[in-house]
């Protein structure tokens, strides 16, 4: 292995040079190591996997075990129901009406950035 000074003092050619030469030894524990690791982090990602997908199913079994039924908002009126369903409408409305005008600001910025460039 070549030391800093050794590589400071070489022309540019003979980097180049030695860049394309493609025969670089690799110490023989270096590429057991590689190997070892590589094995063993498969094995963790194959065990992993199985474990992963019992939990989301015992998650899901779970809350579907723990719901009722029977729905928890529920309105004898129909105008009042009506009027609830207007009132969420309305806010939902007002949210995205929101969001369009920041991004109509933010388009309007970007504009006047990209027009100075």
Known sequence: MRKLDEISRLSASDLER???DEKIPVP???A???D???RSQ???ILWS???AAALAALVAVGIGLTRD????DTFDDPYLAYAQVEAVFAKISDTVAY???KIEDTETRIDKISYWK
Do not use: D, N
């Not at 039924?69 to 928890?72: L, M, N």
């Open 18 to 20: 030695i860049s394309l």
């Open 28 to 30: 023989e524990e270096l």
């Open 32 to 34: 057991s190591r590689i």
């Open 36 to 38: 070892s690791v590589t």
């Open 42 to 44: 498969s094995r963790h």
């Open 49 to 51: 996997i199985p474990v």
């Open 69 to 72: 039924s029977e729905p928890a």
């Open 99 to 101: 969001g369009a005008g």
